[in-house]
Nanobody
Framework: EVELVESGGALVQPGESLTLSCAASGFTFNTSAMSWIRQAPGKGLEWVSAINPIGITYVAESVKGRFTISRDNAKNTVYLQMNSLKTDDTAVYYC???????????????RGQGTPVTISS
């Protein structure tokens, strides 16, 4: 059974940085592409970033240059480093496993329980 556990969310001020983690289990992590998506209050799911098994990354235009996705296959964990945070980045952040042949930007795959990130001064 696929299990994804996100962590690292917090309340931070604009301009600060935060790193989210997603611990994965129940599938072969090192051959799986992973993604981060988010849901801001009152809005729909938004794709943020994805990484394939060999580390090639894809980033949404809205966070390009500020967010970096990475993975540690030895730890079955995917990360999202978020810099220069803005109030618009306030959301619950989720990670997802992208199934073989799946779309890197699809937001409808199974995801964890999420970790809340609040940007406020």
């Amino acid at each position: 059974e696929v299990e994804l556990v996100e962590s690292g969310g917090a309340l931070v001020q604009p301009g600060e940085s935060l790193t989210l983690s997603c611990a994965a289990s129940g599938f072969t992590f090192n051959t799986s592409a992973m993604s981060w998506i988010r849901q801001a209050p009152g809005k729909g799911l938004e794709w943020v970033s994805a990484i394939n098994p060999i580390g090639i990354t894809y980033v949404a235009e809205s966070v390009k240059g500020r967010f970096t996705i990475s993975r540690d296959n030895a730890k079955n964990t995917v990360y999202l480093q978020m810099n220069s945070l803005k109030t618009d980045d306030t959301a619950v952040y989720y990670c997802s496993r992208i199934p073989p042949g799946g779309s890197a930007t699809f937001t409808g795959y199974s995801r964890g329980q999420g970790t809340p990130v609040t940007i406020s001064s």
